[in-house]
T-cell receptor
Framework: NAGVTQTPKFRILKIGQSMTLQCAQD?????MYWYRQDPGMGLKLIYY???????DKGEVPNGYNVSRSTTEDFPLRLELAAPSQTSVYFC?????????????FGPGTRLTVT | DAKTTQPTSMDCAEGRAANLPCNHS???????VYWYRQIHSQGPQYIIH???NNETNEMASLIITEDRKSSTLILPHATLRDTAVYYC???????????FGAGTRLFVKA
């Protein structure tokens, strides 16, 4: 099992550009999440999905979009990148097992917007 | 989901037990307590979780008070590789809208 994979590892964007951060998991998890982490801070939930075709907003969804066409993939789209979106982005997945869950995280994508 | 309060940082000597406290006084009856850690700039790593009873696995032990308003994560023999930020989270099964606070920065010293 590769677990949760994210691409790219690093990216520099110019203001106003757009890009898609890729996330995939091979654990057949129903739940997937996107977080961002600013320097020295905790993680903030951007969007989450409870299954293919179902997504919902987290704490900080503005400036981002997601889709979930398959169980395995959960891409995050940035439209019109802004310097405030400079952050490390983590994707995670989980399943419900015995009434509880554990989230498994990818290695992160480090994004700089200049 | 209930919020948690953790100390900003803690030190521990290598080989000694590290006891990391967490306050979650507004936890509801069906919310679990989860612990994760984040080493340097890697993705967070799940450690352990519990509902009411104390739990132990190969990484750590989790002690939850009887009123469930606080808990302690115990790393029985801390090593230098345990230096990390430790996050205490409470949430319902399914984990929607999980709130990761600033966590506790644990420094294990030789």
């Amino acid at each position: 099992n590769a677990g949760v994979t994210q691409t790219p590892k690093f990216r520099i964007l110019k203001i106003g550009q757009s890009m898609t951060l890729q996330c995939a998991q091979d654990m057949n998890h129903n739940y997937m999440y996107w977080y961002r982490q600013d320097p020295g801070m905790g993680l903030k939930l951007i969007y989450y999905s409870v299954g293919a075709g179902i997504t919902d907003k987290g704490e900080v969804p503005n400036g981002y979009n997601v889709s979930r066409s398959t169980t395995e993939d959960f891409p995050l789209r940035l439209e019109l990148a802004a310097p405030s979106q400079t952050s490390v982005y983590f994707c995670a997945s989980s399943s419900i097992d015995r009434g509880s869950y554990e989230q498994y995280f990818g290695p992160g994508t480090r994004l700089t917007v200049t | 989901d209930a919020k948690t309060t953790q100390p900003t940082s803690m030190d521990c000597a290598e080989g000694r037990a590290a006891n990391l406290p967490c306050n979650h006084s507004t936890i509801s009856g069906n919310e679990y307590v989860y612990w994760y850690r984040q080493i340097h700039s890697q993705g967070p790593q799940y450690i352990i979780h519990g509902l009411k009873n104390n739990e132990t696995n190969e990484m750590a032990s989790l002690i939850i008070t009887e009123d469930r308003k606080s808990s302690t994560l115990i790393l029985p023999h801390a090593t230098l590789r345990d230096t990390a930020v430790y996050y205490c989270i409470v949430g319902l099964s399914g984990g929607f809208k999980t709130i990761f606070g600033a966590g506790t920065r644990l420094f294990v010293k030789a």
